[in-house]
């Protein structure tokens, strides 16, 4: 079965300070990866998407994610955080050649808090 | 992307009763599916729901407790029947558009049971 570890649960940081969030999976085959942001209040969005070609993928609000298949990785960044990045963040897989075809994976998710 | 909309947003119960939730997409989508968000937690998928034909349930998730319809490509229900507290989370729709693998998500209904 597929699994999806997110090691950081809570991260603080200042405005302006650089981010990574960390997220392996566990799964041989075809994964087709995705990091989604709860803000405050609001409901899950997705912030970027990978699927196959370039593993360094961009999303929206600066954010970007590279994966490293070698790692099963598929680590979250950001250069220079805001305050209003503060949110949930959840990585998920999907592996569609599996039994659990598109059905989404999650992590338990990272809560990033941006102070001022 | 696709917009979905959630009824209720949130609703207070009793145990034994049953709730059933609505989601609502706004264009034709191939997949749907519904999560379970337990407080504090990550989300969880209950199941699979299929257009015209049983949902495909997760392990440890059944029909009897979580009966689902869909009975056509834009709308989906998921009833909490016979609910504990236990049942208090919040539930997810979701859904993927015609050839996509990304799934969208509904703003979730707040269940607290009593």
């Known amino acids: 079965a597929q699994s999806v570890s997110q090691h950081n649960h809570h991260v603080i940081l200042s405005e302006a300070a650089s981010l990574e969030l960390g997220c392996n999976y566990s799964?041989?085959?075809?994964?087709?990866l995705f990091w989604y942001v709860q803000y405050p209040g609001q409901h899950l969005q997705l912030l970027l998407k990978y699927f196959s070609g370039d593993p360094l993928v961009k999303g929206i609000k600066g954010f970007e994610a590279e994966f490293i298949k070698s790692k099963f990785s598929f680590n979250l960044r950001k250069p220079s955080v805001q305050w209003s990045d503060t949110a949930e963040y959840f990585c998920?897989?999907?592996?569609?050649?599996?039994?659990?075809?598109?059905?989404?994976?999650f992590g338990k998710g990272t809560s990033l808090l941006v102070t001022p | 992307s696709a917009v979905i909309s959630q009824k209720p947003s949130r609703d207070i119960c009793q145990r034994g009763t049953s709730l059933t939730i609505q989601c609502q997409v706004d264009s034709q989508v191939t997949m749907m599916f519904w999560y379970r968000q337990q407080p504090g937690q990550s989300l969880t998928l209950i199941a699979t729901?299929?257009?015209?034909?049983?949902?495909?349930?997760e392990s440890g998730f059944v029909i009897d407790k979580f009966p689902i319809s869909r009975p056509n490509l834009t709308f989906s229900t998921l009833t909490v029947s016979n609910m504990s507290p236990e049942d208090s989370s919040i539930y997810l729709c979701s859904a993927s558009g015609i050839g996509a693998y990304e799934q969208y998500f509904g703003p979730g209904t707040r269940l607290t049971v009593t």
């Open positions: 799964y041989g085959g075809t994964v087709n």
């Open positions: 998920a897989v999907n592996a569609p050649n599996s039994n659990s075809g598109y059905a989404l994976n």
């Open positions: 729901a299929n257009q015209g034909s049983e949902a495909t349930y």
